[in-house]
T-cell receptor, first 113, second 113 residues
Framework: GENVEQHPSTLSVQEGDSAVIKCTYS??????FPWYKQELGKRPQLIID?????GEKKDQRIAVTLNKTAKHFSLHITETQPEDSAVYFC????????????FGKGTRLSVIA | ETGVTQTPRHLVMGMTNKKSLKCEQH?????MYWYKQSAKKPLELMFV???????ENNSVPSRFSPECPNSSHLFLHLHTLQPEDSALYLC????????????FGQGTRLTVV
């Protein structure tokens, strides 16, 4: 089955700097790659996703890149703000029936003011 | 609210108790999931139900018993749990026929004493 690796497990950046989180996946059939943000005490919520027919997607300060050949995808947050502090999870899913999302182990991002 | 509701939000139970967690989704989705979130294994998939049939059981101990009476409701019955089962239990749903995001409930924080 699919296996998703995520790095780093913790990340601290100064406010205004950029943050990058990287994930790799094992199943070349995977074609959907969402990123979730989980604030303390809250549920994980989707912040951006990308499908395999696209190499890059951007939404304001957040961008995701996908390299299908290398089987890795990354989340980029620019001009970080204290409210970006949270745990971020990447995930991958194959298109086979109702397969569930397989999540990475998460990255705890701290933005220092 | 995201349309996925879990009750109770917090639960403390003894090792000999029997309790149930409830999840309800109002999004018209046809797939529902139970995830366990702990410090050691963030977002660990437990069960997948598609069209009310269980399609995946990730080697979860029999002291956890899921039930999906219809596409809107999902239960997790708990029996003779261990202290190491203490965790946040998250329910999620998605539209399985389309490769889209999963929506999470707010979770049940379970403490086994």
């Amino acid at each position: 089955g699919e296996n998703v690796e995520q790095h780093p497990s913790t990340l601290s950046v100064q406010e205004g700097d950029s943050a990058v989180i990287k994930c790799t996946y094992s199943d070349s059939a995977s074609n959907y790659f969402p990123w979730y943000k989980q604030e303390l005490g809250k549920r994980p919520q989707l912040i951006i996703d990308i499908r395999s027919n696209v190499g890059e997607k951007k939404d304001q300060r957040i961008a995701v890149t996908l390299n299908k050949t290398a089987k890795h995808f990354s989340l980029h947050i620019t001009e970080t703000q204290p409210e970006d502090s949270a745990v971020y999870f990447c995930a991958a899913r194959t298109p086979s029936g109702n397969t569930p999302l397989v999540f990475g182990k998460g990255t705890r991002l701290s933005v220092i003011a | 609210e995201t349309g996925v509701t879990q009750t109770p939000r917090h639960l403390v139970m003894g090792m000999t108790n029997k309790k149930s967690l409830k999840c309800e989704q109002h999004l018209g989705h046809n797939a529902m999931y139970w995830y366990k979130q702990s410090a050691k294994k963030p977002l660990e998939l437990m069960f997948v139900y598609s069209l009310e049939e269980r399609v995946e059981n990730n080697s979860v101990p029999s002291r956890f018993s899921p039930e999906c009476p219809n596409s809107s409701h999902l239960f997790l019955h708990l029996h003779t749990l261990q202290p190491e089962d203490s965790a946040l239990y998250l329910c999620a749903s998605s539209q399985g026929s389309r490769n889209t995001e999963a929506f999470f409930g707010q979770g049940t924080r379970l403490t086994v004493v």
